[in-house]
């Protein structure tokens, strides 16, 4: 891609990397909980996890319309008016946010439970799919769309691993909040 396109994905993707710092938060809190709960009381997980689901997704989910609301202002207040066009960017790449803070509750309730493999297994799927799509298209708003893709497919793949072991109402925990967002 030109420069101008790097730039201006690289403002937009710097101020989802920020706004990530409550996904680090969330997984410092969550994770030490999880693995005490799979440890000591087991038969709790499954009530805890969908309950943590449902606030991280209808949190990440209104915060990511809080953004793209905003993302004309926060653009161009942080990089000036000659990166506007990293609006639209940081619009798509929301959807990246969302699904990796959600994705998070999956990843470490999977790895408490000693299910690293089928979380790796997701990762490297989910980055086939990435690949495929990035080196099929062009475009800064592709890879924007990959990323969202490649962390939705990671999110779908762990769910399908993880509620082998326990149910999830996923309908009601995510897709619900994710239609109600769109």
Same mark, same amino acid.
């Given at each position: 891609?030109?420069?101008?396109?790097?730039?201006?994905?690289?403002?937009?993707?710097?101020?989802?990397?920020?706004?990530?710092?409550?996904?680090?938060?969330?997984?410092?809190?969550?994770?030490?909980?999880?693995?005490?709960?799979?440890?000591?009381?087991?038969?709790?997980?499954?009530?805890?996890?969908?309950? &943590?689901?449902? *606030? @991280?997704?209808?949190?990440?989910?209104?915060? $990511? !319309?809080?953004? #793209?609301?905003?993302?004309? %202002?926060?653009?161009?207040?942080?990089?000036?008016?000659?990166?506007?066009?990293?609006?639209?960017?940081?619009?798509?790449?929301?959807?990246?946010?969302?699904?990796?803070?959600?994705?998070?509750?999956?990843?470490?309730?999977?790895?408490?439970?000693?299910?690293?493999?089928?979380?790796?297994?997701?990762?490297?799927?989910?980055?086939? &799919?990435?690949? *495929? @799509?990035?080196?099929?298209?062009?475009?800064? $708003? !592709?890879?924007? #769309?990959?990323?969202?893709? %490649?962390?939705?497919?990671?999110?779908?793949?762990?769910?399908?691993?993880?509620?082998?072991?326990?149910?999830?109402?996923?309908?009601?925990?995510?897709?619900?909040?994710?239609?109600?967002?769109?």
């Amino acid at each position: 891609s030109t420069v101008s396109n790097a730039g201006i994905f690289s403002a937009a993707f710097r101020i989802i990397a920020f706004l990530l710092v409550i996904d680090r938060v969330f997984n410092v809190i969550f994770f030490p909980k999880i693995i005490k709960c799979f440890n000591e009381t087991p038969e709790r997980l499954e009530g805890i996890f969908n309950s &943590v689901l449902k *606030i @991280i997704s209808v949190m990440s989910l209104s915060l $990511a !319309v809080l953004i #793209i609301v905003a993302s004309d %202002f926060m653009t161009t207040a942080i990089f000036g008016e000659n990166f506007i066009g990293a609006a639209v960017i940081l619009q798509l790449l929301t959807g990246y946010f969302s699904f990796s803070i959600i994705s998070s509750a999956f990843t470490y309730t999977l790895i408490s439970m000693n299910k690293e493999n089928d979380y790796t297994a997701a990762l490297f799927w989910s980055m086939i &799919v990435f690949m *495929i @799509i990035i080196f099929s298209f062009t475009g800064i $708003a !592709v890879a924007a #769309i990959s990323l969202v893709i %490649f962390q939705f497919v990671t999110l779908v793949l762990m769910y399908l691993k993880l509620v082998k072991v326990i149910r999830i109402n996923f309908l009601r925990s995510v897709v619900l909040p994710l239609a109600i967002t769109v």
